[in-house]
């Protein structure tokens, strides 16, 4: 199997695969299912907090919280991944070879099973556990058995796609590694060192402990080996968000990149520092020394750096076009972006709500100031405003041009108007219901519950209207879900054309410097990462088997 | 030589130290400035609730 030259890589007509695309496809259609399941889900939600609606058939209002989160955090962001960094890697390395592809596929089923049957157990409310699953809530074994194969089948896909781009180092030695495919691979990498901590937990304390085999399970290590995998989570789910904004946006825009060399960089920030920052999830969690917990604040603060990095990036490539495009004053560059082509503005307008994410994140993460927002429906507002705003509107961009690029057709206008119809629905329900969560949240209103009057107590009472609000703004997004659908499928289906959709791949404005070359020594890189790890993590983990901890029995409250 | 002439003029246009980029210094300025607010703004919430 051939790699792509330098040339073939910016080549407009350079296409993903054909065998390739069908694995893409096959895990774009999960990310459409789940996109659907999950979203009806999370209409229900918000219908029943508000206070006006009950859940017929005897679901739970936990039960289909519970399928609200596995499904979009873990199911389609997952399926979403691995399918665009095959495309990625396929459309700037060069096709993946059959062993390559091979693991592709067998990691697409192993997710697969793995998705039905934590399904399974969810619809059987056998798992009304919440996709985070702190113990001491015990669900059945097959739940955990279930996200542990779709973990599995993640690494078995991530494999092959890191076969494929150390196969194009290899045989392109000293030459600057295609952007795209040294993307991937970061994320990749971190991938693979921060799912230790969830692997051990499911393998060693869940599944003895809701077998039967052990009485009771160390909460405190159990929520600590989540969270050491659950915030470097939030990072896989953007890495692949970021790979568009770095690399293929400034095509879109017609325009080249700002640093080749200053995305390397941010990309490998991000995998030195999405890792040994879990404990700042656990600010308010007993066990926990304080200096442990500063230290973590710390290195979480550290994200700061490559996050302004990309928007300084950004901005760059934006104001770069609209000055090409006559724009002489300070700002008026704003006005000159596309904002007839979909593929940018819902773009644009998921990193418009990334800003008062990344600010929340920064109040969220800062010490004892954790305690104005801990455990209320602020968070719930925080990450609906990072993962379910500025990823999935650039999941949505990447799959505007992917889909008809993977199946032989072209973006026309009324999947275009579609997709301006998607970006402001979806901007209109997500900022009245983040809104409200995080209005409701100052206010104290807690998170994880379901509708209560709280007996009349009057600070209860104050966040009613905001659950109503919350309702409206879910409404909203679950017409944006079905505005998605539909130009999912308008993109894949119709008639076939030789001028297929292009997957936009930008050359950067230092693209003939030479390549940078620690960027790309990858035992340096593991060690880094694997060091600040070790650091962030050993004496607390330690102190969590040397302070005899009370274990804890299973409980089912559902 | 015009050919040569070409190549330097885009290679000059596509230098970094030639781009304008007043808005972006001023966006990123913007982006930091909103940062100090919101802090300092829950850091007040914070203290008051103590």
Redesign the interface.
């Given at each position: 199997m051939t790699n792509f030259t330098t040339a073939q890589m910016f080549a407009p007509h350079t296409k993903v695969d054909s065998k390739d695309s069908k694995l893409v496809l096959a895990n774009m259609f999960w990310v459409a299912f789940a996109l659907l399941i999950g979203g009806s889900a999370g209409l229900l939600q918000t219908l029943v907090r508000s206070g006006q609606f009950e859940l017929p058939f005897g679901i739970g209002y936990y039960q289909l919280l519970t399928l609200h989160g596995v499904i979009l955090a873990l199911v389609m962001t997952f399926f979403f991944i691995m399918g665009f960094q095959i495309a990625a890697l396929s459309r700037t390395a060069g096709p993946l070879n059959n062993k390559e592809r091979r693991l592709g596929w067998i990691g697409f089923w192993v997710m697969t099973v793995g998705t039905l049957m934590a399904a399974v157990m969810i619809a059987t409310n056998e798992a009304s556990v919440l996709y985070t699953f702190y113990a001491p809530l015990q669900a059945h074994v097959i739940f955990y058995i279930g996200l542990t194969l779709v973990i599995v089948g993640t690494w078995l896909s991530a494999l092959g796609q890191m076969m494929r781009y150390f196969r194009w180092r290899k045989e392109n030695k000293g030459q600057k590694t295609p952007l795209l495919s040294y993307m991937t691979a970061v994320n990749n990498l971190m991938w693979y060192v921060c799912t230790i901590g969830v692997a051990t937990t499911v393998l060693f304390q869940f599944i003895p402990w809701s077998v039967g085999w052990v009485e009771t399970i160390n909460i405190t290590l159990s929520r600590t080996l989540f969270w050491y995998f659950g915030h470097a989570l939030v990072y896989f789910w953007l890495l692949p968000a970021y790979m568009v904004w770095y690399a293929v946006m400034p095509k879109i825009l017609g325009t080249?990149g700002?640093?080749d060399k200053l995305a390397r960089l941010a990309f490998v920030l991000f995998l030195f520092f999405s890792i040994p920052v879990g404990i700042h999830h656990q600010l308010v969690d007993p066990g926990i020394d304080a200096f442990w917990k500063g230290l973590q604040v710390v290195l979480t603060f550290m994200v700061i750096i490559p996050s302004?990095m990309t928007?300084?990036s950004m901005?760059?490539v934006f104001?770069?076009y609209?000055?090409n495009k006559g724009a002489t004053g300070?700002?008026d560059?704003f006005k000159k972006l596309p904002w007839s082509d979909a593929r940018f503005v819902l773009v644009f307008i998921g990193m418009l709500f990334f800003?008062?994410g990344?600010?929340?994140g920064?109040?969220n993460a800062?010490g004892?100031?954790n305690?104005?927002?801990h455990n209320t429906i602020w968070i719930v507002g925080h990450f609906h405003i990072t993962v379910g705003a500025p990823v999935v509107l650039t999941y949505f961009a990447a799959m505007l041009f992917l889909l008809p690029h993977i199946t032989g057709h072209k973006i026309d206008r009324i999947a275009n108007r579609l997709g301006l119809m998607l970006a402001y629905t979806w901007a209109l329900g997500m900022g009245i219901m983040s809104a409200a969560m995080h209005f409701a949240g100052?206010r104290g209103a807690p998170r994880r519950s379901t509708f209560s009057e709280y007996g009349g107590a009057p600070v209860a009472e104050e966040w009613i209207t905001y659950q109503v609000m919350q309702a409206v703004g879910g409404s909203f997004l679950f017409i944006a879900i079905i505005i998605a659908i539909l130009m999912f499928l308008k993109l894949i289906t119709g008639p076939k054309t030789d001028e297929i959709e292009e997957f936009p791949v930008a050359e950067f404005?230092?693209q003939n410097d030479p390549p940078v070359r620690w960027v790309d020594n990858w035992r340096l890189l593991f060690i880094i990462t694997a060091f600040l790890v070790l650091i962030a993590y050993t004496v607390p983990i330690t102190q969590m088997f040397t302070e005899n901890i009370p274990g804890a029995k299973g409980f089912k409250l559902w | 030589m015009t050919e040569k002439k070409n190549l330097d003029k885009k290679n000059e246009e596509d230098s970094h130290q030639n781009m304008d980029l007043r808005g972006t210094f001023m966006m990123v300025l913007f982006l930091g400035g909103l940062m100090l607010l919101s802090w300092f703004g829950a850091f007040i919430l914070f203290m008051e609730r103590m």
């Amino acid at each position: 199997m051939t790699n792509f030259t330098t040339a073939q890589m910016f080549a407009p007509h350079t296409k993903v695969d054909s065998k390739d695309s069908k694995l893409v496809l096959a895990n774009m259609f999960w990310v459409a299912f789940a996109l659907l399941i999950g979203g009806s889900a999370g209409l229900l939600q918000t219908l029943v907090r508000s206070g006006q609606f009950e859940l017929p058939f005897g679901i739970g209002y936990y039960q289909l919280l519970t399928l609200h989160g596995v499904i979009l955090a873990l199911v389609m962001t997952f399926f979403f991944i691995m399918g665009f960094q095959i495309a990625a890697l396929s459309r700037t390395a060069g096709p993946l070879n059959n062993k390559e592809r091979r693991l592709g596929w067998i990691g697409f089923w192993v997710m697969t099973v793995g998705t039905l049957m934590a399904a399974v157990m969810i619809a059987t409310n056998e798992a009304s556990v919440l996709y985070t699953f702190y113990a001491p809530l015990q669900a059945h074994v097959i739940f955990y058995i279930g996200l542990t194969l779709v973990i599995v089948g993640t690494w078995l896909s991530a494999l092959g796609q890191m076969m494929r781009y150390f196969r194009w180092r290899k045989e392109n030695k000293g030459q600057k590694t295609p952007l795209l495919s040294y993307m991937t691979a970061v994320n990749n990498l971190m991938w693979y060192v921060c799912t230790i901590g969830v692997a051990t937990t499911v393998l060693f304390q869940f599944i003895p402990w809701s077998v039967g085999w052990v009485e009771t399970i160390n909460i405190t290590l159990s929520r600590t080996l989540f969270w050491y995998f659950g915030h470097a989570l939030v990072y896989f789910w953007l890495l692949p968000a970021y790979m568009v904004w770095y690399a293929v946006m400034p095509k879109i825009l017609g325009t080249k990149g700002f640093s080749d060399k200053l995305a390397r960089l941010a990309f490998v920030l991000f995998l030195f520092f999405s890792i040994p920052v879990g404990i700042h999830h656990q600010l308010v969690d007993p066990g926990i020394d304080a200096f442990w917990k500063g230290l973590q604040v710390v290195l979480t603060f550290m994200v700061i750096i490559p996050s302004l990095m990309t928007a300084f990036s950004m901005f760059a490539v934006f104001e770069t076009y609209g000055r090409n495009k006559g724009a002489t004053g300070l700002l008026d560059w704003f006005k000159k972006l596309p904002w007839s082509d979909a593929r940018f503005v819902l773009v644009f307008i998921g990193m418009l709500f990334f800003v008062p994410g990344g600010l929340g994140g920064i109040i969220n993460a800062s010490g004892q100031m954790n305690q104005l927002v801990h455990n209320t429906i602020w968070i719930v507002g925080h990450f609906h405003i990072t993962v379910g705003a500025p990823v999935v509107l650039t999941y949505f961009a990447a799959m505007l041009f992917l889909l008809p690029h993977i199946t032989g057709h072209k973006i026309d206008r009324i999947a275009n108007r579609l997709g301006l119809m998607l970006a402001y629905t979806w901007a209109l329900g997500m900022g009245i219901m983040s809104a409200a969560m995080h209005f409701a949240g100052l206010r104290g209103a807690p998170r994880r519950s379901t509708f209560s009057e709280y007996g009349g107590a009057p600070v209860a009472e104050e966040w009613i209207t905001y659950q109503v609000m919350q309702a409206v703004g879910g409404s909203f997004l679950f017409i944006a879900i079905i505005i998605a659908i539909l130009m999912f499928l308008k993109l894949i289906t119709g008639p076939k054309t030789d001028e297929i959709e292009e997957f936009p791949v930008a050359e950067f404005l230092d693209q003939n410097d030479p390549p940078v070359r620690w960027v790309d020594n990858w035992r340096l890189l593991f060690i880094i990462t694997a060091f600040l790890v070790l650091i962030a993590y050993t004496v607390p983990i330690t102190q969590m088997f040397t302070e005899n901890i009370p274990g804890a029995k299973g409980f089912k409250l559902w | 030589m015009t050919e040569k002439k070409n190549l330097d003029k885009k290679n000059e246009e596509d230098s970094h130290q030639n781009m304008d980029l007043r808005g972006t210094f001023m966006m990123v300025l913007f982006l930091g400035g909103l940062m100090l607010l919101s802090w300092f703004g829950a850091f007040i919430l914070f203290m008051e609730r103590m």
